[in-house]
């Protein structure tokens, strides 16, 4: 099947920035689109950022100019570059992958595990 992991979360600073990864492998025939949501504690899990395969990238309103989505497609990795970061980004940051498989060409996506990220003030 399809394993998706994400890397680069940690503890910063208010103001400081984060890179996070995503890659996704196993049975994948074509990456239709990866993206970005987080969870913070006592909330729903809400959508950051989105990648589609045409290179096109959007953006929740309260990440939009601080936030930064992009992609190697040779590795079906995709990266989030998180700068001026602020306490209330504090969150599990999760990345889904929708894909096509490569042995029944249907179309499914897959989440990660998360990667923890924690701003302090």
């Known amino acids: 099947q399809v394993q998706v992991v994400e890397s680069g979360g940690g503890l910063v600073q208010a103001g400081g920035s984060l890179r996070l990864s995503c890659a996704a492998s196993g049975s994948i025939f074509s990456l239709r689109a990866m993206g970005w949501y987080r969870q913070a504690p006592g909330k729903q899990r809400e959508w950051v950022a989105r990648?589609?395969?045409?290179?096109?990238?959007d953006y929740a309103d309260s990440v939009k100019g601080r936030f930064t989505i992009s992609r190697d497609n040779t590795k079906n990795t995709v990266f989030l570059q998180m700068n001026s970061l602020k306490p209330e980004d504090t969150a599990v940051y999760y990345c889904?992958?929708?894909?096509?498989?490569?042995?029944?060409?249907?179309?499914?996506?897959?989440w990660g595990q998360g990667t923890q990220v924690t701003v302090s003030s």
């Open positions: 889904n992958a929708r894909v096509v498989l490569t042995t029944t060409r249907f179309e499914n996506t897959y």
């Open positions: 990648i589609i395969s045409g290179g096109i990238t």
